[in-house]
């Protein structure tokens, strides 16, 4: 079985997205399904404003039209609403061709961080906007519960809950550490947070905390510059991956998330396998991931958070994100790919002398 998967996060772009969709692929060839990427890759591109590292494909509706003739998919989905996304389901809607989505970022939050406008006006052009690049879709995929609750109430129409997993061999608790001299010698206890860089993740409210021990930052991003400049105290090693990204998390005491609009972290889970407890607000996404178990420890204060989850055990860390494997979350994706497809074709019959891809 053949899944093309039209995303604009991609290579080189380090982020949730991209490492779902590349843990997905790879669990999913082990499922006898091979998924294809339709990705900025091949086309022309422009710098995204405000993410220049961000590449924005420019695409004709012949590119995509050859493209999907070539690659005779057996489903398509959608994973993201950029310029591939949008040509991609132009496309499918123009040959009556099946497709699911997934619902991955809160734009109409980073927008209402970003503009000067009140946030109502930007929430509600953001949502209906949303809601109509989602609204042909045959299932919309979410990543957490509360997600899936709240684009109910908000009149998106079949959603499917496809929850995220992690690589517990890679993320691991060690005893021993390859070039971590700097990190492991600075003043414990060490707290941790990684990712984007920008102002949506609100990594702010985490080096403003009066702590003890230290602050250690991983990732880039537009806002690394000012972050680093404001908070000269905390240690900024940049983005990282594999290896280096695995030994920082296990050298670290507690991992802080101060983000309020992620819709899942798979830093969460990351952080939790390697032993590490977490620190975060009683956002949505830290309450879906952890909910009632005893590895972290959420508080609107986040200062008494981080303290506090000193306190949680390593095992039962490692213990509950063991349970969370990528084979399960790929199983549940291609099952709602393969669904959404089958029952949209159920519901839409085919009409005479209409071709649809197979």
């Known amino acids: 079985m053949k899944i093309l998967v039209a995303t604009d996060a991609w290579h080189p772009q380090v982020n949730g997205v991209v490492r779902t969709l590349n843990h997905v692929a790879r669990e999913a060839h082990v499922l006898d399904t091979d998924l294809e990427f339709l990705s900025p890759e091949g086309f022309w591109t422009l710098p995204m404003p405000g993410y220049p590292e961000i590449r924005l494909a420019l695409t004709g509706p012949g590119d995509i039209e050859r493209r999907l003739d070539r690659t005779r998919a057996d489903a398509v989905h959608v994973a993201t609403e950029g310029p591939i996304g949008h040509a991609v389901r132009r496309v499918c809607m123009k040959r009556g061709m099946p497709f699911t989505t997934s619902f991955h970022t809160r734009f109409p939050d980073y927008l209402a961080s970003r503009l000067p406008m009140p946030e109502r006006w930007t929430a509600d052009v953001a949502w209906s906007w949303l809601r109509r690049f989602h609204g042909s879709s045959a299932a919309v995929l979410a990543a957490t519960p509360t997600l899936m ?208 891809a197979a």
């Open 149 to 356: 609750n709240e684009l109910g109430s908000r009149g998106f129409g079949s959603v499917k809950l496809w929850p995220r997993g992690v690589d517990a061999q890679l993320f691991r608790p060690r005893n021993t550490f390859k070039d971590l001299d700097t990190i492991l010698n600075l003043p414990r206890p060490i707290f941790l947070t990684v990712g984007r860089l920008a102002v949506e993740k609100n990594i702010d409210a985490f080096l403003k905390l009066d702590l003890p021990g230290s602050k250690v930052v991983v990732g880039d991003g537009p806002a690394r510059g000012q972050l680093a400049r404001q908070y000269p105290d905390a240690v900024f090693v940049g983005s990282k991956q594999g290896e280096a990204l695995a030994e920082l998390y296990a050298a670290a005491d507690v991992f802080v998330f101060p983000s309020w609009t992620d819709t899942f972290g798979l830093v969460l889970l990351e952080a939790l396998a390697s032993g590490v407890p977490v620190a975060a607000f009683p956002a949505a996404a830290p309450r879906d991931v952890i909910g009632d178990a005893p590895v972290g420890a959420l508080d609107e204060d986040l200062a008494r958070a981080c303290l506090a989850a000193l306190e949680c055990s390593r095992e039962e860390c490692r213990a509950f994100a063991e349970r969370l494997t990528w084979q399960s979350s790929a199983r549940i994706f291609l099952n709602h790919v393969t669904e959404g497809a089958r029952a949209w074709r159920e519901r839409r019959p085919r009409k005479a002398g209409r071709k649809i």
